[in-house]
């Protein structure tokens, strides 16, 4: 009997594993990991200019539309693609795909910020925002400026877009102040998922140090609050790790207060 009935149980075993195997087939298929953001670079929008913007992130390459906040905004999706991972940085941190996109904003003057979600056929990313605009006049960082020689000239107040571009890159400021001040120094870089780790430095006219800022408020973004006589500062915005690259943008925010007799 033994010599029948072992191939009855195993043409029984083919057949389970045949119709096991065709009803896999017909499940769905898992879903897929939704769009994530790591950050957007630059982390602002100048308004009523348009603005490529580059997201860099994971599971990016199947986006294929962005949904935006308010109506008044043009968006191109210009690029998808694999997005090289900066020497000795962590995909974890700074993400391993990029969208590029082309945004404008026609309303003027706003401040605030720009809400935008990624869409795949399937799924869609959590919302993350770009700053819009300044409350304070609002320059763009200009290259070269990696030296007191080289200081780039701002005005207090003033709010700068910038990037620390590469490995061991120091952006360095300067401003004159033709009465006696309270001043504000601050930067957003981590807090808007920027890899920067700032350090933020203010110096006198003749770069003594006058004091140093790393992490401050629960992040390595940086704060100086300091009474200052009339004069010639200077200020360098580093990272602490001399870490630079795409995944290193931030903006600088300076203000001034009179002091009060
Ligand atoms: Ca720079
Ligand atoms: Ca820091």
């Known amino acids: ?17 045949l119709s096991s195997l065709l009803a896999a087939e017909d499940k769905p298929s ?7 953001v790591a950050l957007a670079h630059p982390l602002a929008l100048p308004v009523g200019k348009a603005t490529k913007v580059v997201v860099r992130g994971w ?23 694999k997005a090289a991972v900066p020497n000795k940085q962590d995909a974890k941190q700074v993400g391993d795909t990029q969208l590029e996109l ?24 959590t919302s993350f925002s770009l700053l819009l605009g300044a409350s304070e ?3 763009d960082e200009v290259e070269g400026n990696d030296g007191f020689r080289q200081a780039q000239s701002i ?3 003033q709010v700068v877009d910038g990037a620390l571009h590469a490995d061991q890159n120091v952006d360095v400021f300067v401003f004159e102040l033709a009465a006696p001040q309270t001043v504000v120094i601050e930067t957003i870089a981590r807090q808007r998922g920027s890899a920067l780790d700032s350090l933020l430095t203010l110096y006198d006219d003749q770069t003594n140090i006058l004091e140093i800022s790393d992490d401050q408020r629960g992040t390595t973004d940086s704060y100086i609050e300091r009474q200052l ?14 870490r630079g690259g795409p995944a290193h943008p931030y903006r600088l925010v300076v203000r001034g207060a ?4």
């Open 102 to 125: 082309e945004l404008t904003v026609a309303a003027e003057p706003v401040s605030g910020e720009l809400t935008l979600v990624l869409v795949t056929p399937e799924t869609e990313s």
């Open 137 to 139: 006049p609002r320059i």
């Open 229 to 242: 006589p009339a004069g010639r500062y200077f200020l360098s915005l580093q990272d602490a790790h001399d």
């Open 155 to 157: 005005q207090v107040p």
């Open 1 to 17: 009997m033994r010599s029948t009935l072992e191939p009855t149980w195993g043409r029984l075993l083919v057949i389970f594993g």
């Open 258 to 261: 009179a002091i009060a007799r």
């Open 59 to 81: 599971e990016l390459e199947q986006v294929n539309e962005v949904r935006v906040s308010q109506p008044d905004v043009q968006l191109k999706l210009l690029v998808k693609s």
């Open 30 to 36: 898992a879903p897929k990991k939704p769009p994530k």
